[in-house]
């Protein structure tokens, strides 16, 4: 790849991004800010690298001239049009395998911190009104012995079952296919989503957005859920109908929800999920650990090299690759 200043390659991306991402791209690119894609004529485009989940469509590619490949920091693409780019013989990168632990952390923290009220308690000791110990105030559920449901037993799924044992719950789960070798060694029971949702004391979202999964809870999912029971997604937004749950968790249907993910992201400022108490809602920090966030940026630069190169990427998305 030249490294000339006149003849470096150009590649659009959601700026800013990470000072690592900058370490490790070494000033071989010309990093063009999002809005470049935007002008009658951007010029000549070699790459496209996203770094939040900016949507990359056909429209787009069909804009941008010559673009050689897409790399995706995280590993979820469900904002590129894999199909599109495929079509037009780009290759698409991600990051898989490395973010499943630290996500899984985040999914048990927020199991955790949702079952036992642990954001609103802190409210509470920094607020005017704590002057004495009352142990009758904020009482929230158990964890250890409970019932754990995870929808989606993938990599992520499996480290929440893992993370799971050592809190002694029984842990169900639905996927689109039965995993036998996963039971076996996880000690997880598979049943049907409705029983899932009927019987978990803590569901757990941890599928990728498709269409499929768009909006896979609704009205009649959180209302098959127990009163006591919450909800937590560290999957995508739109795998919940917001408006859904945002009527259930203010009548008190379900005891709570946690989300690392919302849809839109974020909220408006003004949106009736964030006047709720009953709600836990992260910015997205599923992946967020210096490790991870540093071995993703790794990741998705040799991608980026890769393909600019012309040579296959380490990890991409769509099956031929290149």
């Known amino acids: 790849m030249p490294t000339d200043p006149l003849s470096r390659p150009r590649v659009l991306a959601d700026l800013p991004v990470s ?33 939040g989940h900016p949507t990359v469509d056909a429209t787009m590619l069909d804009h941008l001239r010559g673009v050689r490949v897409i790399s995706n920091f995280g590993v979820g693409v469900d904002h590129i049009d894999v199909a599109a780019a495929t079509a037009r013989g780009i290759p698409v990168g991600n990051t898989p395998g490395i973010l499943d632990g630290a996500t899984a952390d985040l999914a048990f923290a927020l199991i955790l911190a949702v079952g036992r009220r642990v954001v609103e308690g802190d409210r509470y000791a920094r607020g005017p009104e704590f002057l004495r110990y009352d142990p009758s105030l904020i009482l929230g559920r158990e964890i250890h012995g409970s019932t754990l449901g995870i929808i989606g037993l993938g990599r992520i799924g499996e480290q929440v079952a893992r993370r799971a044992r050592g809190f002694d719950m029984t842990v169900l789960y639905h996927n689109r296919n039965r995993k036998p070798s996963a039971e076996s060694a996880l000690g997880v029971r ?37 009163p006591t029971a919450s909800l937590v997604n560290v999957a995508r937004g739109a795998v919940v109908d917001a408006v859904a749950l945002t009527e259930a968790l203010s009548a008190q249907q379900i005891h709570a929800a946690a989300l690392d993910v919302t849809d839109p992201e974020p909220l408006p400022r003004n949106h009736p999920l964030l006047k709720l108490d009953n709600i836990i809602i992260t910015p997205h920090l599923g992946s967020a650990t210096a490790q991870t966030r540093r071995r993703m940026a790794e990741l998705s630069i040799e991608n980026l090299f890769a393909g600019l190169a012309g040579h296959p990427l380490p990890f991409w998305v769509n099956p031929q690759g290149r």
């Open 19 to 51: 000072d690592v991402v900058l370490e490790l791209l070494g000033g071989k690119c010309d990093l063009l800010p999002w809005e470049t894609a935007r002008q009658p004529d951007p010029g000549h485009i070699d790459a496209v690298y996203t770094y």
């Open 190 to 226: 598979y049943v049907s989503q409705d029983e899932l949702l009927a019987t978990a004391d803590y569901v757990v979202l941890t599928v990728p957005l498709t269409s499929e999964t768009r909006g896979l809870i609704g009205r009649a999912e959180l209302a098959r859920m127990k």
